[in-house]
T-cell receptor, first 112, second 113 residues
Framework: GAGVSQSPSNKVTEKGKDVELRCDPISGHTALYWYRQSLGQGLEFLIYFQGNSAPDKSGLPSDRFSAERTGGSVSTLTIQRTQQEDSAVYLC??????????FGPGTRLTVL | SQKIEQNSEALNIQEGKTATLTCNYTNYSPAYLQWYRQDPGRGPVFLLLIRENEKEKRKERLKVTFDTTLKQSLFHITASQPADSATYLCAFRGSSNTGKLIFGQGTTLQVKP
C-alpha cells in the first residue's frame, strides 16, 4: 500500500525566500506530525494535527513557520523568509493511533 | 525538560554477535518507549513498542527491555547481520496528550561481515 509521501525530496533556496513543503499521509490516518532533523541530531517535533486542527504547535521555532492541513489529508509546512539555520531534513509522519508513527522520506532543505 | 539520551558514538560489531544499544531518559516517566530504525536518506521505521508494565518485548531477533527504576531501555539485536547496519532511535511520548514523540539522537550500528 502507499506510504507517506513528501515533496519535494530536495529543495535549495536562497536566504529570505519562502518555501512550501508538502506531506501526503497514509489514507485514513487522522494524526499527522511534522519533525525536523538537523545533521547528526535527533528528530525535533514541530507540530501535530488531528484532522484539520493543530492542537499542538509547541515545536514551531518561530512565527516564520506555519502549517496547515486540509480535508484531513494533505499538509503543507511553510517557512517564510528562510534563514540558513532552517537547513535540515523535514519529516512528516502519520498515525492511526497515538503509538506507531509512519514516516515519509523527508524533504532536505538547504538555505544558501 | 524531558530528555532522552542515546550513545552518540557509533557501535561497531562483528557479524553474528549481539548488539546492545542504550537509551536513558530523564525528567519524565513515560508510559511506553518506542524504537525506530533509520537508514541514510530515509525516514524512521517503527520497530518495537514496550510499555512501562512490560519488562521485555521480543520480535524475531530483536529484544527490548524497559527498566523504569533505572529510567533506561536496552535494545538488543541477536545474531546481527550487515543488513542491520543503520541508525536506531528511541523515543517516548511527551507529557502532552498529542502523541508527539521525543526522540534521542540515535546510535549508529555498523555490523562488519
Amino acid at each position: 500500500g502507499a506510504g507517506v509521501s513528501q515533496s519535494p525530496s530536495n529543495k535549495v533556496t536562497e536566504k529570505g525566500k519562502d518555501v512550501e513543503l508538502r506531506c501526503d499521509p497514509i489514507s485514513g490516518h487522522t494524526a499527522l506530525y511534522w519533525y525536523r532533523q538537523s545533521l547528526g541530531q535527533g528528530l525535533e517535533f514541530l507540530i501535530y494535527f488531528q484532522g484539520n486542527s493543530a492542537p499542538d504547535k509547541s515545536g514551531l521555532p518561530s512565527d516564520r513557520f506555519s502549517a496547515e492541513r486540509t480535508g484531513g489529508s494533505v499538509s503543507t509546512l511553510t517557512i517564510q523568509r528562510t534563514q540558513q539555520e532552517d537547513s535540515a531534513v523535514y519529516l512528516c509522519a502519520s498515525s492511526l493511533d497515538q503509538y506507531e508513527q509512519f514516516f515519509g522520506p523527508g524533504t532536505r532543505l538547504t538555505v544558501l | 525538560s524531558q530528555k532522552i539520551e542515546q550513545n552518540s558514538e557509533a557501535l561497531n560489531i562483528q557479524e553474528g554477535k549481539t548488539a546492545t544499544l542504550t537509551c536513558n531518559y530523564t525528567n519524565y516517566s513515560p508510559a511506553y518507549l518506542q524504537w525506530y530504525r533509520q537508514d541514510p536518506g530515509r525516514g524512521p521505521v517503527f520497530l518495537l513498542l514496550i510499555r512501562e508494565n512490560e519488562k521485555e518485548k521480543r520480535k524475531e531477533r530483536l529484544k527490548v527491555t524497559f527498566d523504569t527504576t533505572l529510567k533506561q531501555s536496552l535494545f538488543h539485536i541477536t545474531a546481527s547481520q550487515p543488513a542491520d547496519s543503520a541508525t536506531y532511535l528511541c523515543a517516548f511520548r511527551g507529557s502532552s496528550n498529542t502523541g508527539k514523540l521525543i526522540f534521542g539522537q540515535g546510535t549508529t550500528l555498523q555490523v562488519k561481515p
